[in-house]
C-alpha cells in the first residue's frame, strides 16, 4: 500500500511538473508566395530559474522537406506572475515549390525532459506565368538615380539663404531692443489721505512726542505751523508754505468767513514771534494754539474731495525719442521672426516634395 501511494504521488508530481511547462509554435503568415520569408515564434512557458534548449537549425537547412530555415533570433526572455517566465525565438523560413507543407511539431527540452508544439502548415503559391508570350518577360530593371537640376533646387537653396539673414537679423535687433532700456510711461494711480486727515494725524504725532512740553518753543510752533500750512495749501489751493503769515490770512478772505481768521491770525503772529524774536509763551497759550489749529482744521474741512490721484510722469523729448524707438524694434523684431518662420516652414514643404519623402 505504502509503495503504491508513493507511485501515485510521483505521478501526479510529474503531472503537475509537466502541465506547468507549455511550448506553442505559430506562423507569422499561413499564405506565402514562392520566394516569400515567413517566421515561426516558438515560445516556452516555465518556472524561473530552469533552463530550456530550443531546436538549432544551420542556414539553408530544412525544417521539413521543401521548406528552408534562413534565420534564427536569440532568446527573448519575459517575467510572467507566480514566478513564472516565457523564452520565445523566432525562426524565418521560406519555399521555392508551391505546395501545402506540414511542418512538424518542435521540441523544446526543459530539465532534461521534451515538449513539443502542435502542428503547423504553410501553404506555398506560385506567382502566374503567360507562358503564350514569352517575349513580353523583361529582367528586372536597375535602380535609377534621379537627375539633378539646379532649376528645381534653386529657389529653396537661395531662401535658407534669406532664412538664415533674417534669423541673424532678428537676433540683432533683440539684442539691441535688450539693450535699449524701457521708458516707464504708465500712469500710476495712487491713493491719498484726506488734508484734514494727514493734519490731524501730525497734530496727534506731535502731542504724543510732547515737543510743546519739553520747553522748545521754537520746533514746537514750527511743526504746528507747517501742519496748519501744509492743510491750508491741500484744502484751498493756496501756496501756503511760501507765503507769509498775513499774505495767508489775505488769500484765506476771499474764500471763507473773517470770522474764522481772528484766533488763526493771532497763532500766526505768535508763532512768528517765538520762531524769529525768541519769544516765549506760557504752556497753556501753547496748548490753546494747538486748540486754535484744530478747531480751524474741523470747521474748514471738506469730506468730498477726490482721494486718488493720477501721476503721469514727465518724458523728456530724449525719453519720447527712446520709447519710439523700441516700438519701431519691436515691430522689426516680431515682422522679421514671423517672415523667417514663415519661409522656413515653404522651404521644408518644398524640400519634402523634392525627396518624395
Not at 131 to 149: G, R, S, W
Not at 197 to 202: C, D, L, V
Not at 272 to 277: E, G, H, I, S, T
Amino acid at each position: 500500500m505504502k509503495k503504491t501511494l508513493i507511485a501515485i504521488l510521483a505521478i501526479l508530481a510529474t503531472i503537475q511538473a509537466t502541465a506547468q511547462v507549455t511550448v506553442e509554435a505559430k506562423l507569422d503568415s499561413v499564405i506565402i508566395l514562392i520566394g516569400d520569408q515567413t517566421g515561426i515564434d516558438l515560445s516556452v512557458t516555465m518556472k524561473e530559474g530552469e533552463t530550456a534548449q530550443f531546436p538549432t537549425f544551420n542556414p539553408r537547412q530544412e525544417i521539413t522537406p521543401g521548406v528552408e530555415v534562413l534565420e534564427t533570433t536569440d532568446c527573448d526572455t519575459t517575467h510572467l506572475d507566480n514566478g513564472m517566465v516565457r523564452l520565445s525565438r523566432k525562426y524565418t523560413i521560406t519555399s521555392f515549390d508551391d505546395t501545402l507543407y506540414y511542418i512538424p511539431p518542435l521540441t523544446v527540452k526543459v530539465g532534461g525532459k521534451d515538449y513539443t508544439s502542435k502542428n503547423l502548415a504553410l501553404k506555398v503559391l506560385t506567382v502566374e506565368v503567360d507562358t503564350l508570350h514569352p517575349n513580353q518577360f523583361f529582367p528586372p530593371k536597375a535602380v535609377q538615380e534621379n537627375p539633378f537640376l539646379w532649376e528645381e533646387w534653386a529657389k529653396p537653396f537661395w531662401l535658407s539663404l534669406l532664412v538664415l539673414l533674417l534669423a541673424a537679423v532678428a537676433y540683432y535687433l533683440y539684442v539691441r531692443l535688450k539693450d535699449n532700456k524701457p521708458i516707464v510711461s504708465k500712469i500710476r494711480i495712487i491713493r491719498k489721505m484726506l488734508p484734514h486727515q494727514k493734519a490731524m494725524k501730525e497734530i496727534e504725532r506731535i502731542k504724543a512726542e510732547g515737543i510743546g512740553q519739553t520747553g522748545d518753543q521754537k520746533l514746537y510752533y514750527t511743526r504746528l505751523t507747517d501742519t496748519l500750512r501744509t492743510y491750508m495749501q491741500e484744502r484751498f489751493g493756496i501756496n501756503a508754505m511760501e507765503m507769509t503769515s498775513g499774505e495767508i490770512i489775505e488769500q484765506l478772505k476771499q474764500v471763507e468767513d473773517q470770522s474764522k481768521f481772528d484766533e488763526l491770525r493771532q497763532l500766526l503772529e505768535t508763532a512768528d514771534l517765538v520762531k524769529f524774536a525768541k519769544y516765549s509763551t506760557m504752556l497753556n497759550e501753547s496748548d490753546r494754539d494747538m486748540a486754535s489749529v484744530v478747531e480751524f482744521i474741523q470747521t474748514t474741512k471738506k469730506e468730498d474731495m477726490p482721494t486718488i490721484e493720477k501721476i503721469k510722469p514727465n518724458l523728456t523729448e530724449s525719453d519720447l525719442r527712446n520709447k519710439r524707438a523700441r516700438v519701431v524694434l519691436k515691430t522689426a523684431v516680431v515682422a522679421t521672426t514671423i517672415a523667417a518662420a514663415a519661409l522656413l516652414a515653404w522651404v521644408g514643404w518644398t524640400l519634402w516634395n523634392l525627396l518624395g519623402i
